[in-house]
């Protein structure tokens, strides 16, 4: 199994740490997570210079991008032009969420709405991620894809997020071992894991993302308890 970590491209400072993970064998590549800066992604030169191979993750609603808003169609546009153009600096890999609703309603037409944006103005390259079907950070926003069905049919990669799956799973009341074996079917191409007690549901030949705390602010070392118990520090 081989292990990278996420790190913002805003976490410029984060960078020398975890070369020195490298350096030590203990991951092998980082994931950038690309912040938008207006209608464009925020990459700088220190990131571009880094030794360490690279694999993308597109911004989300976090970073107020949500693919599933018609409102923002125009910057969603945009921002997916400029990821299509920095492809080739990462390892064929763009991570990208479809998106959020704050209620049910209109859930196909979202679905369809992102899918359709992606394919556009992105392509069949991307990888989309599970998500929950309840989330993010305490708001009830209702997530576009999180159950493997809705996967199978669609031209894009899987990026198979543990943690995702394990909260869909808890949220209604599924047993987890049999969806996780759903979502292998559709042959994953990319995984992500914070939660190490899901690491025995991996395949043991795949490349997993730790992904670090949004509150990390000053050391991979000092702060993340994810990364010891993943054995990475």
Known sequence: MKYGIGIWTTQERLLPLAEELWHEGKISF???????????????????????????????????VNLADESQKERNIKLLQDAKVMEPMFEDIMTIHLGTLPTPEGYDEAF?????????????????????????????LFCIGYDPDEFADLPFRLCLDIDHAGQYAEQEKLMLEPLI??????????????????????????????????????????????LRLWNLI
Not at 116 to 122: A, C, E, I, K, Q
Not at 184 to 195: E, I
Request: aromatic content about 12%; charged content about 30%; hydrophobic content about 35%.
């Open 30 to 64: 980082i994931e950038a997570v690309l912040i938008p800066d207006g209608d464009t992604l925020f990459y700088p030169e220190s990131f571009r210079r880094c030794p360490i191979p690279q694999t993308a993750h597109f911004p989300h609603d976090f970073w107020g």
């Open 112 to 140: 369809k709405r992102a899918t359709d944006m992606v394919l556009t103005y992105y392509g069949k390259d991307a990888v989309i991620e599970n998500l929950p079907k309840i989330g993010f950070d305490n708001k009830r």
């Open 181 to 226: 074996q759903r979502f292998l079917s559709l042959k994953p191409v990319h995984y992500h894991g914070t939660d190490v007690a899901y690491k025995k549901f991996l395949p043991k030949d795949v490349s997993v993302v730790i992904e670090t705390a949004r509150t990390l602010h000053k050391s991979l070392k000092e702060n993340e308890k994810d």
